[in-house]
Structure formats: structure tokens, C-alpha cells
């Protein structure tokens, strides 16, 4: 099943609801764009790819939303969702990606606004499975850096849930372990949302691939004893010098191999690099919740005393320096990423 998808029969953008695994596997409903951008918003859909799918899916529910007789009004209908959309979550740049893709798309129309309804539709639908598309081929190229007999340290969820299937670091590590290396992963938790413990855990155990819960804590500890051979995560955008911001953690995590001289690799659509950026400090980081920190969130259950405060950036900033090499669909990126990002990336 995919992570996002349209139901050709209710005309609805569909969605696992990743806020409820691993105890309940439930699938949302969404008939209304700004519905999906809540859902966005509040982490029913996650993971920088997937968000860009629904996006693209909740433009498709905007062209049917609009009473508009004529392109031109659907146009600017559209203009008014993609606006909607756009600010729902800062950091992934697939969501931007996605929603600038789908108004180009709608810019090229010349009919009436019922083919413009239709070419959203299809256009979303080739977002969607492009993305299937490209990490399986991200999967090829960087399960080729993975040996037999690697224990790989994997952050956050970067798996078929992450995006609309198969995944991105995860993916590489699934392709990995079926062309039947014996792999040992071990998923950092990913404090607060443990996006590791539920949903990569959930992933792991349905593919069958060893694994163990560690706390982000621990991954020092375990780098540093020499046990573990790689580190793979994923990122919601790389910068045009190969800075990558991904989910919090990540830049402890990167210093930590780097200092034990365990490579890190990024692993990343293409879609995921803003060449307009030219390094990481320019990236909008996303600030949630204190309520995340200040408890088991999700159990909505408090764990500090009443009136702590609590900060609680939902991404970090690795600089390019501790990035090993960055995997793309195009190929296994090494530095001076400045130089070599630019190959890779369509114009
Ligand atoms: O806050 P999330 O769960 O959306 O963060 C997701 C990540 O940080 C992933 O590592 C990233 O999107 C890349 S996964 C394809």
C-alpha cells in the first residue's frame, strides 16, 4: 500500500495515518486542500517526499473544489491553494518543489477549466509515482556503499512512510538486505515524535531486517566502540555546498561518525536539493510544540513538572564537512559538493 494516494472512486487524496503507528495502521481521508495542509501540518503525512505527494494530491482536490467556469479563475483558485499549502511545514523543500511543479503544470493548460481539473490530477499522480521511481533507483546506487556484515546507524524514518513508497536511506538499506547482505540496523529513537521506535521499527519488522531500538543517546556510544560500520538518514533539504538539514539529531549524530571515522551518507530525490540556498544557515528551520519535549507527546502524557518551558527545533543543520557523500537518483554525489551537487540536479 502506498504512504499517499488518490482514490480514483471518491475522488479523495488517502493517506496512512502515521500519527497512530504502530498500534493502529488507519487510512485518512481528505476532500479539501486545507484539510491536507492541516494534515501536513500535524504529521498525519511526514517525511519530505511524502509531504511533497500530498501536496501535489491536495492540488488536484483544489482544481475540484473550485466553482470556476474558466481556466483563468481555476488558475488563480489554484494560486490561492498553493499559498494554503505552502506554509503548512517550512523545512521540507519537496513541499515548495511539488506545488511549483504543479502551477507550471496548470500555467501550460490551453482548454477549459475541466482539462485544467484533469491535468492536475494526472500531474499529481506522476509526482506520486516518480517518487516510487526514483528510490528505487536512489536504493541501487547506495546499496552498492553497504557491505555484507554492516551495522548501519539509520535516523528518524526515511522509509516507505516517509515517502510514497520504498523509501529513501531506508530504501537503500531494504534493496541492501534483498540483494542478501546480512545487515544489523540500529534505529536511533528519534526524540520527541519516535518517528525511529514506532514507524522505522514497524518498517523494519514487516521487511524481515534485523534491528534494535537504540536511544539518540546512545549512537556515541556505540560509534565509538566500533560496533557500527555506516550511517544512513535522509534529509528535508541539502543545500547548493552540500549541507543537509534534516530531522534533529542528525548533526550530533554526523560528529559523533566523522569523529570515529564511520561515513555518514545522505540519501535524497533530487527534488530534495535547493540550489538556490548556497549553504545550510539560509534553511527555515521549523520550531513545533513545546509539548512534543515536555512529555510522551503522543500518549499525551506529561513527564515535566507543570510551568517548564521547553524549545524544541524539529530539524538540524550538518555541515557538508561530516556528510561522507550525498545519494541521489542520479548517481552517489562526493565533495566538493559545490561543485558536484550541480551535476546532479535537472535544471
Ligand atoms: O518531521 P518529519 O518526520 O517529517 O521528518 C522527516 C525527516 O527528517 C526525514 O529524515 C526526511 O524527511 C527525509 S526522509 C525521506
Known amino acids: 500500500m502506498r504512504t499517499v494516494f488518490w482514490d480514483y472512486e471518491t475522488n479523495e487524496?488517502?493517506?496512512?495515518?502515521?500519527?497512530?503507528?504502530?498500534?493502529?495502521?488507519?487510512?485518512?481521508?481528505?476532500?479539501?486542500?486545507?484539510?491536507?495542509?492541516?494534515?501536513?501540518?500535524?504529521?498525519?503525512?511526514?517525511?519530505?517526499?511524502?509531504?511533497?505527494?500530498?501536496?501535489?494530491?491536495?492540488?488536484?482536490?483544489?482544481?475540484?473544489?473550485?466553482?470556476?467556469?474558466?481556466?483563468?479563475?481555476?488558475?488563480?483558485?489554484?494560486?490561492?491553494?498553493?499559498?494554503?499549502?505552502?506554509?503548512a511545514r517550512p523545512t521540507a523543500v519537496n513541499l515548495a518543489w511539488a506545488l511549483d511543479r504543479m502551477l507550471r503544470a496548470a500555467g501550460k493548460v490551453d482548454g477549459s477549466a475541466d482539462d485544467l481539473r484533469e491535468a492536475m490530477l494526472n500531474e499529481a499522480q506522476r509526482i506520486a509515482d516518480e517518487d516510487v521511481e526514483i528510490n528505487k533507483r536512489m536504493a541501487e546506487h547506495g546499496a552498492a556503499l553497504i557491505e555484507d556484515g554492516d551495522t548501519i546507524i539509520h535516523h528518524c524514518n526515511t522509509g516507505a512512510l516517509a515517502t510514497v513508497d520504498w523509501g529513501t536511506a531506508l530504501g537503500v538499506i531494504r534493496t541492501a538486505y534483498e540483494q542478501g547482505k546480512r545487515i544489523h540496523v540500529l534505529v536511533d529513537e528519534t526524540r520527541p515524535r519516535l518517528q525511529g521506535a514506532r514507524l522505522t521499527a514497524w518498517e523494519l519488522q514487516q521487511y524481515g531486517i534485523p534491528y534494535e531500538i537504540i536511544s539518540d543517546n546512545a549512537a556515541g556510544y556505540f560509534l565509538r566502540s566500533g560496533q557500527v560500520q555506516r550511517v544512513f538518514f535522509g534529509a528535508d533539504r541539502v543545500a547548493a555546498n552540500g549541507d543537509v538539514a534534516n530531522k534533529i539529531g542528525t548533526y550530533m549524530l554526523s560528529l559523533a561518525a566523522h569523529d570515529n571515522g564511520v561515513?555518514?551518507?545522505?540519501?535524497?530525490?533530487?527534488?530534495?536539493?535547493?540550489?538556490?540556498?548556497?549553504?545550510?544557515?539560509?534553511?527555515?528551520?521549523?520550531?513545533?510544540?513545546?509539548?512534543?519535549?515536555?512529555?510522551?507527546?503522543?500518549?499525551?502524557?506529561?513527564?515535566?513538572?507543570?510551568?517548564?518551558?521547553?524549545?524544541?527545533?524539529?530539524?538540524?543543520?550538518?555541515?557538508?564537512?561530516?556528510?561522507?557523500?550525498?545519494?541521489?537518483?542520479?548517481?552517489?554525489?562526493?565533495?566538493?559538493?559545490?561543485?558536484?551537487?550541480?551535476?546532479?540536479?535537472?535544471?
Open 13 to 87: 487524496t488517502k493517506m496512512i495515518d502515521q500519527r497512530l503507528l504502530p498500534e493502529t495502521l488507519a487510512i485518512a481521508a481528505y476532500h479539501r486542500h486545507a484539510d491536507v495542509a492541516t494534515a501536513i501540518r500535524e504529521m498525519v503525512v511526514r517525511g519530505a517526499p511524502a509531504i511533497g505527494a500530498a501536496a501535489g494530491f491536495g492540488m488536484a482536490l483544489a482544481a475540484l473544489e473550485s466553482k470556476a467556469a474558466d481556466a483563468a479563475g481555476l488558475r488563480a483558485d489554484l494560486e490561492a491553494a498553493a499559498a494554503t499549502l505552502r506554509v
Open 263 to 347: 561515513p555518514a551518507y545522505s540519501v535524497v530525490p533530487t527534488s530534495t536539493i535547493d540550489l538556490s540556498l548556497a549553504h545550510g544557515d539560509e534553511i527555515p528551520i521549523e520550531e513545533r510544540t513545546p509539548d512534543e519535549v515536555l512529555g510522551l507527546h503522543l500518549l499525551g502524557r506529561r513527564v515535566a513538572p507543570e510551568g517548564a518551558g521547553a524549545r524544541n527545533p524539529a530539524f538540524d543543520v550538518t555541515p557538508n564537512r561530516l556528510v561522507t557523500a550525498i545519494v541521489t537518483e542520479n548517481g552517489v554525489v562526493y565533495p566538493p559538493f559545490d561543485v558536484n551537487l550541480k551535476k546532479v540536479v535537472k535544471s
